[in-house]
Each structure stands twice: as structure tokens, then as C-alpha cells.
């Protein structure tokens, strides 16, 4: 036994060891034996010098975009991202490096040693013990209780995501960013065949269009239900319940008595399969550091996109082989059920619910109480649960002016998007006569730009690391992938009104799909990762902004294309959208040069990397 383990003094009533430094280097707790008497168990933790060894200073860093949303006052933020040689880290140790915060209170503790020892007191004594807490907490006399040992990642631990060999994250990487294809897929499966609709239900084309905007509308409201679900349980809970009730609610889709039906039930499926889209990224980034996930996020980027142009593909041929309404729907029901079972199956990726599995894990092991996770001794407030998941992101919505435009044009892409779905039976069906089937062919063009864009983030990931090892970055440095792809998204609307003549070949029209699905890729995948670091206090908030007015505009565009076209004709539809996206160009080069003076000129507070990074 070293000096400093040998200089202690033992306390009979918390059975702790406390060196005469006033650390907590090591402590001694019971250990369950099947002798009578209790033995002690030395358990170590860390003191100021190693954790000062492992670069942690007074100063506590902001959080990692994957922290709980409902965090708050954090004095350990590398909880979830760091690896120690013990495990545990003592609230007493953080306290004498300088990092204190009155939210941690022994009120959260007192509750859990409650119900780890089993008190026996009675109903009436737990009640007043409750009430002189509630007292303490509205006085203000609460205070950090000291004894808390926040839980970390012992180093190399293999339940960290961080350090399962390479091969199993790439490949659960792939399998979550087809779960992204799904969901994707089934809000424009019936795109492919709105006619079965159409005819089985004597309606119009327009509320037809609906079965498709609802479920888009239910994305935008699925993340209030799945965000707070995925910070308390896990992400594997939240794929669970909510692809199992996305895969049920399609039998009522298949047999819909009449459209009001079909209509709710496809806004349900919405809300249901939104995990896939709002989880999905997060998922993806807890299995790979900060420096290294930016290529995996890529997949994630390009799943959305790609997955409803793979609806109208595949339904275009069921609905002219077969004229069945339900078939579509069975063959998404399908795919779902697949992605249910695999989603299921994939170990929980998310740090902060690991760790709160093995806090409770030691905690029966050692009988110490006082073991947890920063998010579980500061307790989980609904009001604040609430703020991060509806309050804040409509907050921004109307303060933040730069957030707001960066989210229009990912609104104005992914909306191009499901207009094409109904522009291109407009252009292909009216002017060369093709049937679902071969109008689904016409989307192919748009999957190989996708890919084509998929292999350019690479490149463009690449020059960002660059960046990083010759300065610190900035979140302008991520506007590349828009300032490349921004020119293809508008050249592809160009191309699209200029060649929809009858006496030009079909594939002039049909090319404009590789030049668009380059263009909203890298568009989306850049403008993504800016927000994130513009925002980086509040990337979940921010990015639900996002999520929010993408989907209000991928359901709106579906509504008017049609009647835009037929008001217009063939170019004009097209070239009065290409004036938009052409008008949009601008905005990734503008933020690019003059984006952080307005940020700080426009924005009501500096969110940014720039504010929180030394």
C-alpha cells in the first residue's frame, strides 16, 4: 500500500476514507459475502492529480451534443465521454479543483439511500423528512453534497460504444442509416400510388396528396414524444415502442374503412416512426468521438433524402402490376417489421443511460448509495424536460435570425424533394404518357447524385480535420459541402424547366435528378453540422428547430405542386422554383465570410463553439 493510501482516517458511521488532504482518493464500503459479518471493499477513485492527468481543469467544458437535454448547472460534463482508471470520480475531488454548482443537493441523495437501504420508517416520517427537504430547497440551504461519486467509464471499458472494434460500429452505422430509409420510404410509399386512393376511397387528387403530408407532419411532432424518452431510458427503449407501434399502425393503414381513417392513422405512423429520423444521428455519434464521427454522420445525412425517393420506385410498379392499396402498405408494414426487429437488436448506444445501468449496478455491489450519474443527482425536472423540448426550439425559431435562414433553405431542399414527387407524374405522366411505374424509374437519377454526394462528404471531412490540426475551427468551416452543392440544386430545377418539351429526349429532364440529389445532399449534410456548432450549447434544440420547418415545409410543397404546374406549365413550375434555390446560393457563401460577425450582431446570445471553447 503506497503512503498516500496508508495516511486515512476511518469514519464508522459512512465507513469512508478520507485523506488528510481532504480528497477522496479511495473508499471503503461494505461487500455482500455469505459470512455474517460485512468485509470491506476497497474501491478506488480518483484524486485532483489524476484527473488533472487526464486534462480536466476548473473550467468544466460545454457539454457533448449527446448529453441529457434536461441537464443543467453541470460540474462533470466529461461524465459521458471520458474513460478513468477507476470508474469513479468524487464530488468532493471536482469541488476542491474549483467546479461547484448548487443543483446537486443532498435532497436527490437522501431519496436514493432511502430506497437502497430499505429504510423502515413509516409513512408519516417520510412525509415530514420530505417536507423539510421541500423547506431546504425553497430556502436555498441546500448544498452540494460532497459524498456523491459521479460514475465514468473505467478505461478501455467495452460497454463504452467508443471502443467496440471499428467493423461493429460501421456496420450498426449502415443498419440505423437504413432505419432512416424506412421511415423515409414510408411517408412517400403511397406517393406511388395515390390513384389506389384516388379509387378506392372516390376522392380527388389533392385529399389523396394528405395520406403523404400527414405522416410529414407527424415527423415534426414525434421528437417531443421520442427525445425525452431516449435521454431517460435509452435509445434501444425508444426503437422499441416506437417502431413496434409503427409497424401496427399500418394494418389500420391496409384497411382503412374510408379516408378520414387512412388519414389518421398515416399522421399516427408519422409520430410514431419519427425516432428513426430524430434518434437516428444521435445514435450514430455516441458510437464515435467527436473528431472521427463527422464521416459516419454522413450516412445519417443522406439516408433521409434518399429514403422517399425509393417510395415511388418500388409502389410505382405495385400500383400498376396490382391496383391494390393495400399491397403498399403491407410491403411497408414489411420492411418495417424488419427494421423493428434489427433496431431491437442493436445494444444501447447512449453513455448517459449506461452509466446510470452501472451506477445501479454498483450501487447493489457496494451498497453505497451515493454512486450515480450527474443526471440522476440532479433528478430529472419535467419543467426542464419541457424547455429543451418544445420551449426552446420555438424560442429560437423567432430570436434567431441566422438559425432561421440556415433552416430555410434545408426546408427549401428537402421541399424540393417531395414536390418532385408530383412534379415528375406531372412531366412524365402528361407529357410522355408513362404509367407509376416508369415515372418511379425517373427517381433513379436522384439516388446516384445521393451516392455521388455521399463520397464527396468524405473529401469534405477531410479538409475540415485538416483545419483542425492547423487551427481552431470555426462553424463557418462546415459550410463547404453547401458552397459545392448549393450551384447543382438550382442547375437541376433549371434543367428540369428547359428541356420539359415533348420533342426532347426523356433523359434531358430525368438528368436533372442526378444533379439535384448530389446538390441536397451535401446542402444537408453541411448545413447540419453548422447548426450543430453554432449552436453547441443547444444542439438538440437547435436541430429540432430544424426538424420542426423541414417537416412543415416537406408536408406543405406536396399540397400546391400539382396546381403550380398546371397554373404555370411544365418550365415555368420548375424555373420559379429555380429562381428560389438560385437566390438561396448565396447564403452559404455569405454565412461563410460574414456568418460570425452576424451572429453576434443578430443572434440574442453567442451559442456558438467560438464561446464556450478556450
Known sequence: MSDQESVVSFNSQNTSMVDVEGQQPQQYVPAKTNSRTNQLKL???????????????????????????????????EEYTMET?????????????GRTASALSRTRTKQLNRTATNSSSTGKEEMEEEETEEREDQSGENELDPEIEFVTFVTGDPENPHNWPAWVR?????????????????????????????KKYHVGMEAAILSCSLMVIGFSLGPLIWSPVSDLYGRRVAYFVSMGLYVIFNIPCALAPNLG?????????????SSGLCLVGGSIADMFPSETRGKAIAFFAFAPYVGPVVGP????????????????????????????????????????VILKRKAARLRKET????????????????????????????????????????????????????????AFPVIFGELYGYKDNL????????????????????????????????????????????????????IALWILGATAYKHIIWVGPASAGLAFGFGMVLIYYSLNNYIIDCYVQYASSALATKVFLRSAGGAA???????????????WGSWLLAFISTAMIALPFAFSYWGKGLRHKLSKKDYSIDSVEM
Not at 261 to 273: K, M, N, P, Y
Not at 318 to 325: A, E, K, L, Y
Not at 376 to 402: D, I, K
Open 170 to 198: 460501421w456496420s450498426y452505422t449502415v443498419l440505423l442509416s437504413i432505419l432512416v430509409i424506412c421511415v423515409a420510404y414510408g411517408s412517400a410509399c403511397i406517393s406511388g400510388g395515390l390513384g389506389t386512393v384516388e
Open 313 to 352: 420506385l418500388v409502389n410505382g410498379f405495385i400500383s400498376v402490376s396490382t391496383g391494390r392499396m393495400d399491397l403498399i402498405f403491407w410491403v411497408n408494414m414489411a420492411f418495417a417489421g424488419v427494421m423493428w426487429i434489427i433496431s431491437s437488436a442493436i445494444p444501447e448506444t447512449y453513455a448517459p
Open 261 to 273: 381513417c387512412l388519414l389518421a392513422c398515416r399522421f399516427l405512423c408519422g409520430v410514431w416512426s
Open 85 to 97: 482508471p477507476s470508474g469513479l470520480v468524487p464530488v468532493a475531488t471536482l469541488q476542491s479543483m
Open 367 to 422: 451498497g453505497n448509495p451515493k454512486i450515480m450519474t450527474e443526471q440522476e443527482a440532479q433528478g430529472v425536472s419535467m419543467s426542464e424536460m419541457m424547455r429543451a423540448c418544445l420551449l426552446r426550439p420555438l424560442y429560437f425559431a423567432v430570436t434567431e435570425p441566422v438559425l432561421v435562414a440556415t433552416c430555410f433553405y434545408v426546408c427549401l431542399i428537402y421541399s424540393l424533394l417531395y414536390a418532385f414527387f408530383f
Open 43 to 77: 474501491t478506488k477513485t480518483e484524486t485532483v492529480k489524476s484527473l488533472q492527468d487526464l486534462g480536466v481543469t476548473s473550467a468544466a467544458p460545454v457539454p457533448d451534443i449527446n448529453a441529457p437535454q434536461t441537464a443543467k448547472n453541470n460540474i462533470f460534463p
Open 439 to 490: 415515372v418511379g424509374l425517373m427517381f433513379i437519377p436522384i439516388v446516384i447524385g445521393a451516392l455521388w454526394a455521399l463520397a464527396t462528404t468524405f473529401y469534405c471531412e477531410n479538409k475540415y480535420l485538416k483545419i483542425v490540426k492547423e487551427r481552431k475551427p470555426t462553424p463557418e468551416d462546415r459550410l463547404l459541402g453547401a458552397k459545392i452543392g448549393a450551384p447543382f440544386a438550382a
Open 557 to 571: 410543397f406536396p399540397l400546391f405542386t400539382i396546381q403550380m404546374y398546371h397554373k404555370l406549365n411544365l418550365h
